[in-house]
């Protein structure tokens, strides 16, 4: 599977072959927002902060994304 990570204006920020390197690249971006949860009771998935600040992401088969590369 490959995540794509995309900002408000939907402009592709990266792509991810697993969860795990997504959830490390949204972490550092909550730090480097400033906006790194001191208190982990109230923790967002990685997908939650996604939504909770208006990026959008998907997911795709990895037989698709290179299906579409040869096209």
Known sequence: MIYSLYDKQHTLLGQFSSIYDLEHYVNNLRE???ERERDQSKHLSV?????SIG???DVVPVQQVAQEDLN
Not at 47 to 51: A, E, H, L, R, V
């Open 32 to 34: 480097e927002r400033g």
């Open 47 to 51: 997908f939650d902060y996604i939504k």
């Open 55 to 57: 990026y959008f992401w």
